[in-house]
């Protein structure tokens, strides 16, 4: 059979549509982060305000999270995820509506919005070990994931040009029926089960929990998840704000200038989920090419973030912030697949589990940066305080970090 005539493997249609709905729960997410700027103008918000919806999104993704991993390990990850997308689109579309009637409503309406994005990542990993032959993790990790950098990038700008041809109200509304036809994709282009070689014992596996939860390597992926999440959230929320406040740059600006840090963060990933792959094969360590990740990700990352206050002009900023957000997108080949070094059957429980315990940036670090802003009246401070976090992260996954399997 030559190359032309080879079938289309099954799992390059699963991960691309993976890709896809981590795609639009990004989008649907970020839309608020330019959105609230109009939004503010129209229904008076003060910066603490602004934060607190910016961060309620965090209640409903944290409260379900775990529950979702264990429904995706239960059902598996096609049922769990399509029900998801459903859901969470509705309440994308339920947004403006819900802030045009109070604040209480619109935080309620991003807390369910939150409960039904709370799968993606959980069902996403049940459906690469599935579906993605062992060798190919890190790339396949890397570049579902890596598409919440891609949602970033086509949010950001479109939100600010929608926001400013046909008011703010009108993303939420285009965004969420993208979900809808995601859903019909998926429910009609992925069958159930499995598409590689199933686990040698086909009954249910009880979740070893309390197993988990003594293991060191489980809680360094959480520590570095949590680390990487501080920096991915403050900057997802709060980048078109800086930007407009600290360079006096319009609203669509603020948009562009956001977005192209993620497309960076983009490229950088899946760069790293091949050189991670390619180092496996080569025969180094799991435990070597996580950490060598994580260094460059919250290492590099946070020495970068250390230097934006010093950065008075837009384009040094700009340029900074690129090259932080590249090196921030190298965990996506360290912690973020390691889950199926040290425990491959259990492997979409320990990201709902480190993946709780990542959300909690969602909520403290996006309003703890607005509630910095509003008494320090810069950045410097978020920034410093972002900066520490990666440094801490990055020390302790050096530690604690394994690729060694523990669980099968």
Not at 55 to 63: E, H, K, T
Not at 252 to 276: D, Y
């Amino acid at each position: 059979m030559t190359a032309r005539s080879r079938p289309w493997p099954a799992y390059y249609t699963v991960v691309l549509l993976l890709c896809a709905a981590v795609f639009i729960s990004y989008i649907d997410r970020t839309n608020i982060s330019v959105g609230a700027i109009a939004m503010q103008a129209q229904l008076g918000w003060n910066e603490t305000q602004k934060g607190l919806v910016l961060s309620s999104f965090f209640v409903g993704y944290l409260a379900m999270m775990v529950a979702s991993s264990a429904l995706a390990s239960r059902y598996g990850g096609k049922v769990v995820l399509g029900v998801a997308v459903l859901w969470w689109s509705l309440f994308t579309a339920l947004t403006p509506p819900a802030a045009l009637c109070s604040l209480p409503v619109l935080v309620a309406a991003r807390i369910a919005l939150g409960l039904g994005e709370s799968a993606v990542f959980p069902a996403s990993i049940n459906m690469i070990g599935r579906w993605v032959p062992p060798e190919l993790h890190s790339r396949a990790v890397a570049l579902f994931a890596s598409s919440l950098y891609l949602g970033s990038v086509v949010a950001l700008p479109a939100t600010g040009w929608l926001v400013k041809a046909y008011g703010w109200p009108l993303p939420f509304y285009v965004f969420g029926a993208l979900g809808l036809v995601w859903a019909l994709l998926w429910f009609s282009g992925v069958r159930g089960g499995y598409g590689i070689a199933p686990p040698a014992a086909q009954a249910q596996v009880p979740i070893p929990w309390r197993r988990l939860l003594t293991l060191p390597p489980v809680w360094a992926i959480v520590v570095a998840h949590f680390c990487a999440n501080w920096t991915l959230y403050v900057l997802l929320a709060w980048l078109p704000s800086y930007f407009k406040s600290s360079f006096g740059v319009s609203l669509v600006n603020a948009g562009m200038l956001s977005a192209a840090p993620w497309l960076a963060a983009f490229l950088t990933a899946n760069a790293a989920g091949h050189v991670a792959d390619h180092l496996l094969k080569a025969g180094r360590s799991a435990g070597f090419v996580r950490k060598l990740m994580q260094t460059l990700g919250l290492g590099l990352g946070g020495i970068l973030l250390l230097q934006l206050p010093a950065a008075h002009a837009v384009g040094p900023a700009f340029a900074l912030m690129c090259c932080a957000t590249a090196a921030l997108a190298c965990c996506l080949a360290g912690f973020a697949p390691n889950c199926f070094d040290i425990a491959p059957r259990h492997a979409d429980v320990i990201w709902g589990i480190s993946n709780s315990f990542a959300t909690l940036p969602g909520i403290v670090g996006v309003f703890v940066t607005g509630w910095l802003v509003d008494r320090t009246g810069s950045y410097a401070a978020p920034f410093y305080l972002t900066a520490g976090v990666s440094l801490f992260g990055a020390v302790i996954y050096q530690v604690f970090g394994s690729g060694r399997r523990h669980l099968d």
